[in-house]
């Protein structure tokens, strides 16, 4: 269940950057909301993993799931640019979550 908790905590960072740059393009008020909601949610997924996973493993995949998903939202969502590098690195750090799950077991 841990790691359904830390998956849930990396897709709501994820929702948490949604929402601010929706905010900063539009900079409709509820946005601040949504952002504050995602990332308490966030946090309290992360710590409810954190009872079963270690600290550095649970905090690496966390930022690993943000950093990963923000590239691809940014790139789906906002048209944000795309490139071979960006992909590659992206592949890095899943392969890097791979092994830091691997090694949790």
Do not use: D, H, P
Not at 15 to 36: P, R, S
Not at 86 to 98: E, P
Request: hydrophobic share 60%.
């Amino acid at each position: 269940m841990s790691w359904f908790f830390l998956f849930l905590a990396g897709c709501m960072e994820i929702i948490g950057v949604i929402a601010m740059k929706k905010l900063i393009n539009t900079g409709k008020k509820i946005f601040l909301l949504a952002i504050l909601v995602q990332f308490s949610l966030s946090f309290s997924f992360l710590s409810l993993a954190m009872r079963e996973i270690s600290m550095g493993i649970a905090y690496a995949i966390w930022t690993g799931i943000g950093a990963g998903g923000g590239v691809v939202v940014g790139i789906l969502l906002f048209k944000e640019s795309k490139n071979i590098l960006k992909f590659f690195f992206l592949g890095l750090i899943l392969v890097s979550s791979i092994g830091l799950k691997l090694l949790a077991n």
